[in-house]
């Protein structure tokens, strides 16, 4: 089944150790995007890509940076992981398509911070 | 700017009752509209959404969703609720031809048998 996958599903890092997540998709679609959903709250886009052109949301710390290599995988490097940024970070794509962009969710990557 | 609202954060109901979760959305112009589910411990799933056409939405499980223009809304109903509907459900705007899907801060449903 075509789908979106993230690992690992789980992460513990250290406070000020440099993280990566991953995120790989089989729907070939071109948009992928990165999200940040602390407990009890929204999805909050930090950042995505239009096949390779990279848009960064305004409100996204310098912390968070992003890479894609190629149109199945997206990675988010984490480069110096406060308390703060623990959360669960979604990966999700889509395509472009006039009038609709409906996204496809991966199951996400717990980061948790010690 | 765009912004969802969900106004109820916390829906308690029984088996077989009735739910009508809010969405409103701020944007004037033409927007396609989402629900997604999120289940304890699962990734968020989508549940419906709406781009044209039939202001009613027939979703997944039951689930239907009624766009009104005039009103700004496209609010989630279902008839009857059962226990594995306990989950987060969020709102969701992107207006045409733009790529940022806007969330709502979501709505907590708990079912008890």
């Known amino acids: 089944d075509a789908m979106v996958i993230q690992n690992p599903r789980y992460q513990v890092t250290q406070f000020g150790k440099p993280v990566t997540l991953s995120c790989s998709q089989t729907?070939?679609?071109?948009?992928m995007y990165w999200y940040q959903q602390k407990s009890s709250q929204a999805p909050k886009l930090l950042f995505h890509y239009y096949d390779k052109d990279f848009n960064n949301e305004a409100d996204t710390p310098d912390n968070f940076q992003s890479r894609r290599p190629n149109t199945s995988f997206c990675f988010l490097d984490i480069r110096s992981p406060g308390l703060g940024d623990a959360a669960m970070y979604l990966c999700?794509?889509?395509?472009?398509?006039?009038?609709?962009?409906?996204?496809?969710f991966g199951p996400g990557t717990r980061l948790t911070v010690t | 700017a765009q912004s969802v609202s969900q106004h109820n954060h916390h829906v308690i109901l029984s088996e077989a009752a009735s739910l009508e979760l809010g969405c409103n959305y701020s944007?004037?112009?033409?927007?396609?509209l989402f629900w997604y589910v999120q289940y304890p411990g699962q990734h968020l799933q989508l549940l419906l959404k709406y781009f044209s056409g039939d202001p009613l939405v027939k979703g997944i499980k039951g689930f239907e969703a009624e766009f009104i223009k005039s009103k700004f809304s496209f609010n989630l109903r279902k008839p009857s609720v059962q226990w594995s509907d306990t989950a987060e459900y969020f709102c969701a705007v992107t207006s045409y031809n733009t790529d940022k899907l806007i969330f709502g801060t979501g709505t907590r449903l708990q079912v008890f048998p």
């Open positions: 999700a794509t889509s395509r472009e398509e006039a009038n609709t962009y409906e996204q496809y």
């Open positions: 729907l070939n679609h071109n948009v």
């Open positions: 944007y004037g112009g033409t927007v396609n």
